[in-house]
């Protein structure tokens, strides 16, 4: 932060002489004038021994205890200074400048209760001293006050426009009540009234980052630390400004040098980790967080800080046990608990993840994106409607977020609710026009509700963002197989497999190519293996039964159907498809018994054909 007011020693321009004992050593004012000069030399030890000598000769002077009270604060000694003021306070109790001069040593001390009433009364019932405005409303401010220290700094202001420290000072409180503008534009104001001061730069510079301006706020940077190359701070705060702007070597040098100045802040550790982490260098990043964690062990942002270097590389129980610490050390830190939900997701442990994400909501039940990790969670483990709450929750709370309602599609579309997959889809493109996964989705949405080349235009769009996913591809090879395109397909097909060897749709789009040219036995095959990887099988164990069928292989691909049919009890088609294998088999009974089940869940454009298999069991 900048020095203010009382803080600075405002050197003179011109040479000031060295100045000589006093011809008279009875003169206090002698001694006092010398005591000047040496303050103005920036050397306030010496200041203090010319108002000893003065004290000496008047013990009891209010005016001189507040001098040498100043004095000593400037030159380190706060006790001394404390039993200076005290004094002159005790002396003159209603004496402002001694007051103020209190107050101020104490606000430097953290005794702010105590400052805050020296300098109260210092100002009185309407003081024109501008700094001492400005000085108590800096009370009020780290007292947490800020409608007071903006009333504050607003007076000193109307007093004297030019008080920099005040624009400065106001600068943090607008920006603490969201006035980003308002706290930039005092920061300006401070900057030009006091160029030289690197405080303000610094300060102003991160502002500026926060607002996205980083060439500006290097600029800044750059500034304050050709004033004082020895602000830490300023190091620290450019090589953030750096790695925001994708400099990682840069910020690293930063970070280097402000821990050459000041090694023992952990904070600038953390810095430096997530410099080296975006170089690649996760040894070197793991080295600084486990620094950090030595020079703060009971900080749970350093752990928290661990973890997620461990889990950007991979490593999930490394993660967990580092979120662990976390939680030993704060059992109500909210970030680190939501965060163990989402790795223990991913590391299998759907249990420990919904255990940890469900803590969280019952601390703050409006975190929408802690619904959106909890809904994830819950579909994994087959809790379809408690994800499909989970999502909803997220919408209501965020109806703006794009994400919720992709996940949501991706549900509707594994509960087999189409038209709400097509619905929600759609939504995230108002948002997205070019999304892939959201194109993807409608795509597969539309081949459900039979909408083919629609579904094909939105499968190719999606191609067409991102040519190396493999899902696009599998599921236009499977549109394509509904329309008999069966080159096309088996080429979508291979495309996608090229990718991925384990994408479902493309397995089962080629085990419909398979079927289609006569090749029921490479046809179990690939749908054997989308079996295998298959988050919703129905279709998959369907097909997989007409391979077998195929093939001559009954009993087994009764087994599949029966599977089928046990998934959807409500769908005709695994009852149809269990009604011709019966009759294949000779199982007359049971044939016209699964048919009649499929007649009747049949759809209108499909009961037809039903009935006449029917009539066909032999």
Avoid: M
Avoid at 471 to 492: F, M, T
Avoid at 508 to 528: I, M
């Amino acid at each position: 932060t900048g020095t203010a007011g009382w803080e600075r020693v405002a050197l003179r321009s011109r040479r000031l002489p060295r100045p000589e004992p006093s011809a008279d050593p009875a003169d206090v004012e002698g001694w006092l004038a010398r005591a000047d000069v040496h303050r103005a030399l920036g050397d306030p030890a010496a200041a203090v021994a010319d108002l000893d000598a003065a004290l000496r000769l008047s013990p009891d002077a209010p005016a001189l205890l507040v001098a040498r009270g100043e004095f000593r604060a400037e030159a380190g000694d706060a006790p001394g200074a404390i039993l200076d003021l005290d004094r002159a306070v005790a002396l003159d109790p209603d004496a402002a400048g001694a007051r103020a001069a209190r107050g101020r040593v104490l606000l430097e001390r953290g005794e702010v209760d105590r400052a805050l009433d020296d300098l109260d009364r210092a100002c009185g019932s309407g003081s024109d001293d501008a700094r001492l405005v400005a000085d108590r409303g800096y009370a009020r401010h780290v007292k947490g006050d800020l409608e007071g220290a903006l009333a504050d700094y607003e007076r000193a202001l109307e007093i004297d426009p030019q008080l920099g420290v005040a624009h400065y000072r106001r600068a943090d409180v607008r920006w603490k009540r969201g006035d980003r503008r308002g706290a930039l534009a005092d920061y300006d104001a401070a900057v030009a009234l006091e160029p030289k001061d690197p405080g303000y730069r610094n300060d102003r510079g991160v502002a500026r980052q926060r607002l996205g301006e980083l060439d500006r706020a290097i600029e800044d940077f750059d500034h304050a630390l050709a004033i004082e190359p020895g602000r830490a701070a300023a190091w620290s705060n450019r090589g953030v400004a750096r790695l925001k702007r994708g400099d990682a070597q840069g910020a690293i040098d930063d970070f280097d040098r402000a821990l050459e100045l000041d090694p023992g802040t952990p904070l600038r550790l953390g810095y430096r980790a997530s410099a080296r982490l975006a170089l690649g260098d996760l040894p070197g990043a793991l080295a600084d967080s486990a620094r950090r964690e030595e020079l703060a062990p009971d900080d749970p942002r350093a752990p928290l800080e661990r973890a997620k270097l461990l889990d950007e590389s991979g490593d999930r129980p490394g993660a967990t046990l580092a979120l662990g610490r976390v939680l030993e050390l704060d059992p109500s830190h909210v970030e680190a608990r939501a965060l163990r939900g989402r790795v223990r997701r991913e590391a299998g442990d759907l249990a420990g993840s919904i255990a940890d994400l469900e803590d969280v909501l019952e601390r703050v039940p409006g975190e929408s994106g802690v619904w959106l990790l909890l809904g994830q969670s819950r579909q994994l483990a087959g809790d379809l409607d408690g994800a499909l709450a989970a999502f909803s929750r997220g919408i209501d709370l965020e109806p703006d977020a794009p994400s919720a309602y992709a996940n949501r599609a991706l549900l509707h579309l594994q509960r087999g609710d189409h038209d709400l997959a097509l619905s929600d889809a759609e939504t995230v493109l108002r948002f997205l026009p070019d999304n892939p996964i959201a194109l993807h989705c409608r795509g597969v949405a539309r081949s459900r509700l039979g909408r083919t080349r629609e579904a094909i235009e939105d499968f190719s769009a999606a191609i067409g963002k991102v040519p190396s996913l493999a899902a696009p591809w599998g599921c236009r090879a499977d549109a394509r197989a509904d329309l008999g395109e069966w080159d096309a397909a088996a080429a979508d097909a291979a495309r996608a497999l090229e990718i991925d060897p384990t994408c479902e749709p493309a397995l089962r789009a080629r085990g419909r190519v398979g079927l289609a040219s006569g090749d029921p036995a490479a046809a179990e095959a690939d749908l054997t293996r989308a079996l295998e990887v298959a988050a919703d099988p129905y279709d998959v164990l369907l097909l997989r039964a007409l391979a077998r069928r195929d093939a001559l292989r009954l009993a087994p691909a009764l087994d599949d159907a029966r599977r089928a049919a046990s998934l959807r009890e409500g769908d005709f088609r695994a009852w149809e498809c269990l009604g011709d294998l019966f009759d294949r088999s000779g199982r007359r009974d049971e044939a016209i018994e699964a048919l009649d089940r499929a007649a009747s869940l049949a759809p209108p454009e499909a009961r037809a054909r039903v009935l006449e298999r029917r009539a066909a069991v032999r």
